[in-house]
């Protein structure tokens, strides 16, 4: 069934959970904590307040604050079906992508009337990616409606060009391989959004999309309407299709 997080402050949150490389090796095993922690590969610990994996959950009027971890620093899901509405996702930090929350390979995904403030990716010296601060969605098929994006910032070491910001706000990527090519569908709707004075710092020439950066490829669709951009630094919105500041914009990506 279902699991229901509804009206709860998660805050604190500073390990996350192991990458899980496969699955509980018992039929009898439930998908707790623990239980994932121990089957993981090393690709680092991921959601430092709420971490989701193959499972249906819904979170409703929650407040995710200051959390952190290697990924998905305030929510990390993977393969998941989740209904996300009226939460705020604040100040939280990953080492790579998703500050706020990353999203991988997850169907059915809304993300509804929720706010996005103050969220950051900080990678090491040596880590040459800082991907959506506010949100990074890789994959899947995800609805994002009516939320603000506001002041999240990308930041790396680095300012050369092999070291790549994209998406201050947010970074939507329906690119895969393999499996992950065919097994999954990959299309994003974005609607009814505001991104307002998010980040990639500092500049190099390969940021991109200060507020909005989207890449797709085959028949993978993004598509954005009703939705504004404006003071997102060094752009508002990659491609820069149309007026990004102007009211009630249709843009499609096929």
């Known amino acids: 069934s279902d699991r229901v997080l509804r009206g709860f402050t998660i805050t604190g949150g500073s390990v996350g959970t192991r990458y899980p490389g496969t699955e509980p090796e018992c039929e009898d095993c439930d998908d707790s904590r623990d239980e994932i922690t121990e089957i993981g590969s090393d690709e680092g610990y991921l959601g430092g307040g709420i971490f989701v994996y193959r499972t249906p959950i819904t979170i409703d009027d929650c407040i995710i604050i200051s959390n952190s971890s290697d990924g998905g620093g305030g929510l990390f899901a993977r393969e998941a079906k989740a209904i996300i509405t009226n939460c705020k996702f604040l100040s939280n930090t990953s080492l790579t992508n998703g500050g706020g929350m990353q999203l991988n390979h997850s169907e059915d995904v809304i ?5 996005f403030s103050g969220n950051q990716t900080s990678p090491s010296d040596t880590s040459p990616y800082s991907f959506g601060a506010g949100v990074h969605v890789f994959g ?4 994002v409606d009516g939320c603000l994006f506001n002041s999240n910032k990308c930041t790396y070491q680095r300012s050369e060009a092999g070291y790549i910001g994209y998406g201050g706000g947010l970074n ?5 391989s393999g499996d992950m090519a065919t097994n999954y569908q990959r299309d994003a709707t974005v609607t009814n959004c505001s991104f307002v004075s ?3 710092v500092p500049f190099s020439v390969t940021s ?3 507020g909005l950066r989207m890449s797709s490829s085959g028949s993978n669709s993004i598509t954005i309407s009703n939705s504004n951009a ?3 630094t ?7 299709i149309g007026d990004a500041g102007t009211e009630g914009n249709e843009w499609l990506i096929d």
Do not use: R, W
């Open 111 to 115: 993300v509804k009337d929720c706010e």
């Open 140 to 143: 899947g098929k995800v609805s």
């Open 172 to 176: 939507i990527s329906l690119t895969a």
């Open 198 to 200: 998010n980040q990639i």
């Open 208 to 210: 991109q999309g200060g």
């Open 230 to 232: 404006c003071i997102n």
């Open 234 to 240: 060094p752009n508002n919105v990659i491609p820069a």
